[in-house]
């Protein structure tokens, strides 16, 4: 069998559609701040694809580039300043940042109105509570794609593989987000001892571990629906020539021959991660005004 692909653009350019809507039906656009302190080229790139996707949709962008080498507290110091801008809606935090910096704490500093990533504790917290108003955009991402699909997930085997405060757990919450319907979930971590015997039993495989080709296409239960989040890049040889190649967690090509869906990498979840991120800068915004 060959599986079914779950392509992230159609998901994309719908939630984008809405987004572009109710932009246009604002007073003034919505504005996005993002907060760079770093040389990295993906870091770069993924800033220039973000300015891309808000003109898309009407939303303003601004990158605030600082020093390479800025302290914790000059990054701290910075996001509160942008907190205190009325005009500004919502604040997001590039990686990598400078050598000694604590990504999460420097978070911590972004208001939680103004969260658009949604990994504020006060954001995180909500969704124990079954509110996903803004909620992390890779989850959000993830639990749409499969909503998409319309399967009744109600009981099933499901396993998501990684553990993460930003991907995994919140994953996990919002996967269990009813009493009743709910599928019967599985984390699997750096820690768990047998990672195939719980793979193989997955009815639902959802894998954000970020370490390439960790699951293998024999890990996986035919008939599978598999959720790539992973995004590796990876040295290739092709032609003689070496290349760098996207690629996901899961071996693709070995797995697509026993799932019944799965996601590409790339080309899947990450294109509605970034929509999600639009989708989260608008309420933002509207919770403001």
């Known amino acids: 069998m060959s599986a079914t692909l779950i392509e992230g653009q159609p998901v994309a350019d719908r939630i984008k559609d809405e987004v572009k809507t109710k932009v246009a039906q604002m007073a003034s656009p919505p504005k996005l701040a993002a907060v760079l302190a770093s040389e990295n080229p993906g870091a770069k790139f993924y800033a220039r694809s973000q300015r891309k996707s808000c003109e898309e949709v009407g939303i303003e962008y601004e990158l605030h580039t600082l020093d390479p080498d800025s302290s914790q507290g000059e990054i701290e110091e910075h996001i509160r300043g942008l907190n205190e801008q009325s005009d500004l809606n919502g604040i997001i935090l590039l990686m990598p940042v400078p050598e000694g910096v604590n990504a999460r704490e420097v978070q911590q500093t972004i208001?939680?109105?103004?969260?658009?990533?949604?990994?504020?504790?006060?954001?995180?917290?909500?969704?124990?509570?079954?509110?996903?108003?803004?909620?992390?955009?890779?989850?959000?991402?993830?639990?749409?794609?499969?909503?998409?699909?319309?399967?009744?997930?109600?009981?099933?085997?499901?396993?998501?593989?990684?553990?993460?405060?930003?991907?995994?757990?919140?994953?996990?919450?919002?996967?269990?987000?009813?009493?009743?319907?709910?599928?019967?979930?599985?984390?699997c971590h750096i820690a768990t001892r047998d990672l195939a015997f719980h793979t193989k039993r997955a009815e639902v495989l959802i894998v954000a571990a970020g370490k390439a080709g960790l699951v293998s296409?024999?890990?996986?239960?035919?008939?599978?629906?598999?959720?790539?989040?992973?995004?590796?890049?990876?040295?290739?040889?092709?032609?003689?020539?070496?290349?760098?190649?996207?690629?996901?967690?899961?071996?693709?090509?070995?797995?697509?021959?026993?799932?019944?869906?799965?996601?590409?990498?790339?080309?899947?979840?990450?294109?509605?991660?970034?929509?999600?991120?639009l989708r989260n800068t608008v309420e933002c915004a509207q919770r403001q005004r």
């Open 217 to 277: 296409g024999d890990m996986v239960k035919e008939g599978a629906v598999v959720i790539d989040v992973g995004i590796n890049r990876v040295k290739v040889e092709e032609g003689g020539e070496k290349k760098t190649k996207v690629v996901g967690d899961v071996e693709f090509e070995e797995a697509r021959e026993r799932a019944a869906a799965i996601t590409p990498v790339p080309g899947g979840v990450g294109l509605v991660t970034t929509a999600m991120l």
């Open 111 to 187: 208001d939680p109105e103004k969260d658009v990533e949604g990994v504020h504790p006060a954001n995180i917290g909500r969704l124990f509570y079954g509110d996903f108003s803004l909620p992390p955009c890779t989850p959000n991402a993830v639990v749409t794609m499969l909503a998409g699909l319309e399967m009744d997930l109600k009981g099933k085997e499901t396993v998501v593989v990684g553990h993460s405060e930003i991907v995994g757990k919140p994953t996990v919450v919002m996967l269990l987000k009813s009493l009743m319907e709910s599928p019967t979930v599985t984390c």
